[in-house]
């Protein structure tokens, strides 16, 4: 044996087994010291598993955090988990993006009192998502909820500002698509109708009460033309309309000018035709300025008259949108500022986008050398910024201690990427801040965020220094300034001045066209022939013998030929006994010729007239008239013409109810040329009037 028995029995005692180390020192025990040896072995095996599993741990993002950032749910799985939440055949869902229509708490409130009348569970959804867009998808949203919730009930789903509502009951008979059809028929609602509102509606059909409107699309007279036209006339003068007062006034002016220019062209016109009355023309003037002053005093009576409101008050309270926090309902935004407190970037549950890489993204953030808060969500024109993504960044930033760029991330109207962003505290210029993200393009929320970052880093910025104001902050509301002054603005005097009378002008020269060309239907030129009726020559009698007796009234005595007064006084005379239309014509004949030799043409009065009419004058040559026989004098035109034309040219008159060719009466102005030959036989054609 190499070791002896008490060495041996020692060895034993002491726990040590033979070839074993000795213990370390004799003032330790060896149950210690063994004891301590293995804790240091186990404390640097477990440093060293530390050391070697950190970066890959640090590589890695948080599972949790992976599933807030990019772990998407459809619309029907998120309002399935929402209403699964609520009490059981009592679940209502508002989506708090429908803070712009009001108070998001009471509207759910006022849903649960109205469907808790049918007596039976209902599960409501309030909310603008899913949308109408394609990125959406297609289909209704309530079948895959039902199907997933697994409840019987009826289910509802209400959108803002929109037609298309959607109901489906299961397990219980309610005339849910009876009373869905119904919807657009009822005359309480538009297009623009409150969920609240709908929602009534709805569940007084599902009742079964009023199954028919009681006034409704069938049963509404559509108003006239008139109506509309009166109603729309009555807005545009509206002098709490922005351009009322200076429509009214200028209207105003237009029809006083109108009215000025029509005095002033009836006495001219008078006056031309020489049938101007003794006073005619201070009777028409003082009922013209009168008429005219009505037409400017009753408008500015009225405006005067209506009370003060619309654009006149609205600058007096500045809009929701020019002053921070730009919302009028902060619910939400408050939310989301608490949701971005705590991390850089808040996705909301229901987004059409891909989420692709947000988690990445949200790292990036919490490095940015200036805080940096993105939001990737879905808007709607019913949310408390009205669906502007930049109204909703600003509403944030002003909401936020401190200083702080917000990034909201969302779709535009083709379902693409868009961004926009909003500041505060940090003195960064509105309108740059704008172009650093307005030209990011990018098939990602995530990638686009990312591209704009650089850009927003490399902002001046003036820390503690107020921001500029927002671009779309600017309120366009201002003092319009007193009614007077905007009646009697820009478009009055041109109007009373100018563009009325010229109006007047156009009108009686229109009317005057017109009333030519009845006549020259009615009794002119019809069928190339020429027709002139006892009225008409009647009126061009009387002008030509007024002006003869005027003429002869300015010249003196013995200025006068012998042959004139002769003719004027033959004129004067048939014109005062019973005359048919060809002694009207030959009145007027007489005149003219008197009129010629007063104003000193010595032959007036024996040149003969136009054997065709009469009244083309001076007949200088002879030629044939296929409508007698013979030669006869004619102007040179009626002498250039062919016989067929020539023959269209000889005037008709109506005698005893038929139109003739004055050529073709036996009487003694036909025969006399109308008194140009054979003098002496004025006489006869004065015995034959009085025949």
């Known amino acids: 044996m190499l070791w002896p028995p008490a060495r041996s029995g020692l060895t034993e005692r002491s726990g040590y087994a033979l070839g074993m180390p000795s213990p370390p020192g004799p003032g330790l025990p060896s149950w210690r010291a063994d004891l301590l040896r293995r804790a240091l072995v186990l404390c640097a095996a477990s440093l060293l598993a530390v050391l070697t599993t950190t970066p890959a741990a640090l590589a890695e993002p948080a599972p949790e955090t992976v599933e807030a950032h990019e772990d998407s749910r459809t619309p029907a799985e998120y309002y399935a988990d929402e209403l699964a939440e609520r009490p059981e055949g009592a679940a209502v869902v508002v989506d708090d993006s429908l803070a712009g229509l009001g108070d998001v708490a009471e509207l759910e409130r006022e849903l649960h009192a109205l469907f808790s009348t049918l007596d039976v569970p209902y599960h409501v959804i309030a909310s603008p998502f899913p949308g109408q867009g394609s990125d959406w998808g297609t289909g209704p949203v309530l079948p895959a909820v039902m199907d997933r919730l697994d409840r019987d009930g009826v289910y509802v789903h209400l959108r803002p500002e929109t037609y298309t509502q959607d109901v489906r009951v299961r397990g219980y008979d309610l005339p849910a698509e009876e009373s869905l059809r119904s919807l657009s028929d009822d005359p309480r609602l538009e297009y623009d109708s409150g969920p609240d509102e709908v929602a009534a509606?709805?569940?007084?059909?599902?009742?079964?009460?009023?199954?028919?409107?009681?006034?409704?699309?069938?049963?509404?007279?559509?108003?006239?033309?008139?109506?509309?036209?009166?109603?729309?006339?009555?807005?545009?003068?509206?002098?709490?309309?922005?351009?009322?007062?200076?429509?009214?006034?200028?209207?105003?002016?237009?029809?006083?000018?109108?009215?000025?220019?029509?005095?002033?062209?009836?006495?001219?016109?008078?006056?031309?035709?020489?049938?101007?009355?003794?006073?005619?023309?201070?009777?028409?003037?003082?009922?013209?300025?009168?008429?005219?002053?009505?037409?400017?005093?009753?408008?500015?009576?009225?405006?005067?008259?209506?009370?003060?409101?619309?654009?006149?008050?609205?600058?007096?309270?500045?809009?929701?949108?020019?002053?921070?926090?730009?919302?009028?309902?902060?619910?939400?935004?408050?939310?989301?500022?608490?949701?971005?407190?705590?991390?850089?970037?808040?996705?909301?549950?229901?987004?059409?986008?891909?989420?692709?890489?947000?988690?990445?993204?949200?790292?990036?953030?919490?490095?940015?050398?200036?805080?940096?808060?993105?939001?990737?969500?879905?808007?709607?024109?019913?949310?408390?910024?009205?669906?502007?993504?930049?109204?909703?960044?600003?509403?944030?930033?002003?909401?936020?201690?401190?200083?702080?760029?917000?990034?909201?991330?969302?779709?535009?109207?083709?379902?693409?990427?868009?961004?926009?962003?909003?500041?505060?505290?940090?003195?960064i210029d509105a309108y740059a801040l704008s172009l650093a993200v307005r030209d990011v393009v990018a098939d990602t929320p995530a990638e686009a965020v990312e591209a704009a970052l650089p850009a927003l880093t490399a902002l001046p910025t003036d820390p503690g220094q107020p921001d500029t104001e927002p671009l779309f902050a600017h309120s366009y509301d201002e003092d319009p300034g007193p009614r007077s002054e905007r009646f009697l603005g820009d478009g009055f005097l041109p109007c009373l001045l100018v563009v009325g009378p010229l109006l007047s002008g156009l009108v009686f020269g229109a009317l005057l066209l017109l009333v030519a060309t009845v006549r020259a239907v009615r009794g002119g030129t019809v069928g190339g022939r020429t027709r002139m009726g006892a009225r008409a020559l009647r009126r061009l009698a009387l002008s030509e013998t007024h002006a003869m007796v005027q003429e002869l009234e300015a010249a003196g005595n013995g200025e006068v030929p012998a042959s004139a007064m002769r003719d004027a006084d033959a004129a004067l005379v048939v014109l005062r006994r019973p005359t048919d239309a060809l002694d009207l014509l030959g009145v007027t004949v007489l005149a003219r010729r008197a009129r010629a030799g007063i104003s000193g043409d010595p032959g007036a009065g024996r040149r003969p007239v136009c054997s065709a009419n009469p009244l083309h004058g001076r007949a200088d040559r002879v030629g044939r008239v296929k409508v007698v026989p013979g030669r006869r004098p004619l102007c040179d035109t009626c002498l250039g013409l062919q016989n067929d034309a020539r023959t269209a040219r000889v005037l008709e008159l109506r005698i005893g109810g038929a139109w003739v060719p004055h050529l073709s009466l036996d009487r003694v102005w036909v025969h006399t040329n109308y008194g140009s030959t054979q003098r002496g036989l004025v006489d006869g054609i004065l015995e034959e009037s009085d025949a």
């Open 201 to 427: 509606v709805l569940v007084e059909r599902l009742r079964g009460e009023a199954t028919a409107p009681v006034d409704g699309h069938e049963g509404r007279t559509e108003p006239g033309a008139l109506a509309v036209f009166w109603e729309e006339f009555l807005d545009d003068v509206d002098p709490t309309r922005s351009v009322g007062a200076e429509n009214l006034g200028t209207l105003s002016g237009l029809s006083s000018g109108f009215l000025l220019g029509t005095g002033v062209v009836w006495v001219w016109w008078r006056s031309v035709r020489g049938r101007r009355r003794r006073h005619e023309v201070t009777v028409v003037s003082v009922l013209t300025l009168a008429l005219a002053g009505a037409a400017v005093a009753g408008p500015y009576a009225y405006m005067m008259s209506v009370p003060k409101g619309g654009v006149e008050t609205a600058w007096e309270t500045p809009d929701v949108q020019s002053v921070p926090p730009y919302v009028a309902n902060t619910e939400r935004v408050e939310r989301l500022v608490s949701e971005t407190g705590s991390a850089p970037l808040y996705v909301a549950p229901l987004v059409t986008m891909d989420r692709t890489g947000l988690t990445a993204t949200a790292e990036r953030l919490e490095d940015a050398e200036i805080p940096v808060r993105a939001l990737v969500m879905s808007m709607s024109p019913s949310d408390e910024s009205e669906g502007d993504p930049e109204v909703l960044a600003y509403s944030l930033a002003a909401l936020t201690e401190g200083p702080s760029v917000y990034v909201v991330a969302t779709t535009d109207f083709e379902g693409r990427v868009e961004l926009a962003a909003g500041s505060s505290g940090l003195g």
